[in-house]
Structures are given as C-alpha cells and as structure tokens.
C-alpha cells in the first residue's frame, strides 16, 4: 500500500508539471519545495498514527499545534537565550495535555472522540482569550528550524526524516511497539496477556501531543512568529486522521504503520501542489480533495474485505 501511494504521487506530479508546462517543479529546487509541505502535517500525522495504531484517536492535536505556536514565540520574544526555555516549555505542556487526554480515556473510559475534542476545544478557548493576533516573535536563529539546509536538504525536512525512522522503530522493535499492536487488535485480549493496557494508550497519546507541540515549534520557526488560529485553520486534526487511514492504518486500530503515513502525507502534498499548477480555486480544490480522499478509503476498504474473504 505505501509503495502504491508514493509511485502514485509521483506519477500524479509529473503529469501535473507536464500537463502545464510547470518544469520547474521538476527541478531539484521544485522536489525540494514539494518536500517542505509534507514537514508540519507529516509530524503530526505520525503522533496520529499512533493513537490510531491503539484504537483511539486524537482531535485535539490542532489546537495543541497553535497553543505551542502561541507559546513558543510568545516567550521567546525574539531573544536567542529563550530559545531552550520555550522549547522545553512548550513540549511539557504538550506531554501533559496528551498524558491528561489519555488518562481521561484510560481511566474515565470516555469516548476518544467527545474527551479529545473537549481538551482541543478548551486548550483553543484558553488560547483565544489571551491572544487574537500573531503573539511575541522568533529570533532568527530559530527560524533556521524551518528554513536552515544542509545543502540541498533542508533541515525541516531531514527532521521529519528522522522522526519517522524513529517512530518506525518504536512501533518495530520495541515492547511498547509490540503492546500497541496489541491493544489496537484486541485490548480484552492484551489485558488477559498481562498487558497494562491503560498505561499504553497514556502514553500513545502523550507522544501524539508531542509531536503536535514539535509542529507548533516547526509552524512558529516557519511564520517567524505564532497565532491561535494556526492549528485550527491548518485542519491539522482531520487531515493527519485522513492521512493515516490513507496510509493503511485501520481505524479500529492494531494495524498498519509509519511509511503509509508518510505515503499519506506526500499524496496530499502532490495534490495541494497539482492544484496550484492547475489554477484550481480553493472551494472546489477542498471538494476534490475530500472526494480524493473518501475515495482512497473505499478502496482501501473494498481491498481489505476481498482480502479477509
């Protein structure tokens, strides 16, 4: 599935820049411009995928996303020295919102859906009152984080690079890896194997706010500054549930992986980029899109029922 979904992208790209004469998106410099769409959604989509991989799911991740915009620039306020301090800043919150999500669905059984959208929805609420415009500023240094390179390579994107090889060895070589398959496939089942199948699904959830509050950080470096509507406008949280299921990965959970997300994530990178080279408007590109997207699921969920049968 992967492998279909990046030749697909591929193919859809090229054909894309041929159909209108856009060969400078097939230069190096265009691949590279490409690549830099998938840094933010891409980080948080592998935080979803993991929430995901243990049956449940994650609606707060955009609000999280502008609350570590918001917060990250707002301390640093254009001072190098703050640097360390709003990084480390922004990623407890983001460890004990995700912890706080986890724990309510761990231990209070309450639905994924109705406790995260709560938490998103009061995280945005708190941030909204204290701020309605672009908050504090970035030191050049940080900006470095979004627009620094080593040679052609941009850092942003060897970041997410890394980050997913380490999310794919997490989920491959790990005992927490091992459990979150687990609890996703038959929690009842993890739970009869000696399996703490609470603490593991606390812990899903505390990375996947980590890595929205890294997206927060990567958004605040790349705007040079932050702004509470960043994560909301962005609809970081259903686009990186979109992209995952994309990717294989079931939403019952205990099923799919790392590189499908990311297959994921470079398709709606080369459909936001085919449409521009397009001249697609915005209303009827989010059309398509959803259309692209919906699509995409039947069929993986058509392929997977002729599988099982």
Sequence with gaps: MPLLLFIGSAALYLCAALWTQSLNQLSAEGIVG????????????????????????DLSVGSMISVGAV?????????????????????????????????????????????????????????????????????????????????????????LGLLALG??????????????????GNAAGARLAGI????????????????????????????????PWVGRDGVYDLESIAVVVIGGTMLAGGRGGVWGTIAGVLLFAVIDASFN?????????????????IAAVAVYSLRNKGHVA
Excluded: E
Excluded at 174 to 183: C, N, Q, S
Excluded at 277 to 293: E, H, S, T, Y
């Design 34 to 57: 490409l690549l830099q769409r998938t840094v933010a959604l891409g980080t948080v989509a592998l935080g979803q995928t993991l929430v995901i991989l243990c049956a449940s799911i």
């Design 71 to 159: 917060l990250a620039s707002f301390i640093m306020r254009g001072a190098p020295a703050m640097m360390v301090p709003a990084v480390l800043v922004v990623l407890l919150v983001a460890a004990g919102v995700g912890a706080i999500n986890g724990l309510v669905i761990a231990k209070l059984k309450v639905s994924p859906l109705i406790a995260t959208l709560g938490s998103g929805l009061i995280l945005q609420g708190v941030l909204s009152s204290g701020f309605n415009n672009f908050a504090g500023s970035v030191p050049p240094a940080f900006q470095a984080v979004a627009y620094g390179a080593i040679g052609p390579l941009p850092w942003s994107v060897l970041g």
């Design 167 to 184: 999310v794919s060895w997490l989920l491959r070589s790990t005992r927490f890896g091992a459990h979150l398959y687990a609890v996703g």
């Design 196 to 227: 703490r199948t609470d603490r593991v699904i606390v812990q899903a959830h505390t990375l996947c706010s980590l890595f929205a509050g890294l997206t927060g950080l990567y958004l605040a470096s790349r705007l040079r500054s932050g702004a």
């Design 277 to 293: 080279m397009l001249g697609v408007p915005a209303f009827p590109k989010q059309v398509i899109r959803g259309a692209i997207v």
